[in-house]
């Protein structure tokens, strides 16, 4: 008997969460975009992929889109500059960040601009480098199946053909 309880109450609870979602006012989408940028940086196209669902006018979530940026609340050449530094510092290659950058709807002008801004902190040699060292710890790189292996892991960590075989050369890898 008991258990039949516990299903009625759990198959209750799983009918409430599939019931339709509130609807938001623009204060209450304000809110929410703020809770959300609390926890990091959104770029505009994320915020507005995360609030659409939440109203069925899209002219408040707009609004409350626009009342963050105006405020400087969110910002998207702020998101990118800190989203650059951020994966460079992972080690991650600029061509990986630029394309991570574009998926978040940031215009190719802020991305420049915010490289640009980091061009005295990052040093991509070093990275290159680093990664090298990291990923060739296990590997033979006198074998071409290994050398191989460490070139697709550096293309998508990133890094262009010019910048691995920089690297490699740097490390006497290259035969």
């Given at each position: 008997?008991?258990?039949?309880?516990?299903?009625?109450e759990r198959h209750r609870k799983s009918k409430k969460s599939m019931a339709a979602p509130k609807e938001l006012n623009e204060s209450e989408l304000r809110r929410k975009a703020v809770e959300l940028l609390a926890r990091r940086e959104y770029s505009f196209a994320e915020l507005?992929?995360?609030?659409?669902?939440?109203?069925?006018?899209?002219?408040?979530?707009?609004?409350?889109?626009?009342?963050m940026v105006e405020n400087g609340l969110q910002s998207d050449?702020?998101?990118?500059?800190?989203?650059?530094?951020?994966?460079a510092?992972?080690?991650?290659?600029?061509?990986?960040?630029?394309?991570?950058?574009?998926?978040k709807g940031v215009s190719e002008s802020l991305?420049?601009?915010?490289?640009?801004?980091?061009?005295?902190?990052?040093?991509?040699?070093?990275?290159v480098d680093q990664q090298i060292e990291k990923k060739s710890r296990n590997l033979d790189l006198a074998d071409p199946k290994d050398k191989n292996k460490l070139m697709g892991y550096m293309q998508r960590r990133g890094f262009s053909l010019d910048?691995?075989?920089?690297?490699?050369?740097?490390r006497k890898y290259i035969s």
């Open positions: 008997m008991m258990d039949d309880d516990w299903l009625d507005e992929k995360k609030l659409l669902p939440l109203s069925s006018d899209e002219t408040l979530v707009y609004n409350a889109l626009d009342w050449q702020r998101f990118a500059t800190m989203y650059v530094r951020s994966k510092l992972s080690g991650y290659g600029p061509i990986r960040i630029r394309m991570e950058l574009k998926q991305m420049e601009l915010a490289f640009d801004e980091l061009a005295n902190e990052l040093d991509w040699i070093a990275t910048q691995i075989y920089s690297g490699l050369d740097r």
